[in-house]
């Protein structure tokens, strides 16, 4: 998967995503948000926020900015906003390989969804730590792979299908945050089928306010 398949992947998923992906994970988008803990004056970055189906869930009194490779999907999201008329959002079309933040600019992240549809999920995280602050939560809402052997077999082998569809269905937590300073506080799992993850961590990186070198 490259920049440009994915764009052009879900620049064609844009016209039906919310049909298809809206109420089936509605409720794990909110408890995702929720898991954040957000207080007011907080700066929250969503990463691949898609068409915006997670922005209802965030609170006024915090700034929140959201990004996307699609401009496609992004402009699902432009036009939410301006129903809906939230003030305290921007959408912004932009890598979260290489992205646009100086560093510790936000007090929590969001990626719903997101870090198995990415073309390197490494470079993803090691930006997400860099624009997050020392002690920031960050929530990752995805399919990981689990101990199962019969799914795990099945999810190796429609692997080559799935990035042609735009996402990986073998990623594994482990592998993830493998040296990265991140600490996982809390995994649940989510509906449906139990088959999703909300995994809740914190950004253990050095007190310098960085410790992770920018990835071009
Ligand atoms: C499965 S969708 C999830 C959208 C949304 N978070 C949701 O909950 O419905 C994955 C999104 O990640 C975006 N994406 C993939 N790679 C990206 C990247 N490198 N930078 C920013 N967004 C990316 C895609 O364009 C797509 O909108």
Redesign the pocket.
Known sequence: MD?KS??QV?SF?SGF?DVI?NKV?HES?EEGVSLLGLRGGERIL?????????LLFYPHNCKVVG????DA??QKGRDRLARHRYAHIELYE????KMDFPDNSFDAIF????IS????HSK?INEMIRVCKKGGKLVF?NHFKNGNRLISTCEKIISPLTKKM??RADLELSTLFSGKPIMIEKRQSMKPFNYWDLVLCVNQKSENGNGQQRCR
Do not use: E, H
């Not at 969503?46 to 997670?54: A, C, I, P, Q, R």
């Not at 932009?94 to 390989?97: F, G, N, T, V, Y």
């Not at 990626?111 to 997101?114: C, S």
């Not at 549809?117 to 390197?120: I, K, M, Q, R, Y």
């Open positions: 920049a994915i764009d879900y998923y995503y992906w994970f988008r969503d990463v691949g926020v898609g068409t915006g189906l997670s990004i996307d490779l699609c999907m992004l932009m890598d979260a390989m990626a719903a969804y997101t549809a990415v073309p390197d993803v809402l735009g996402f």
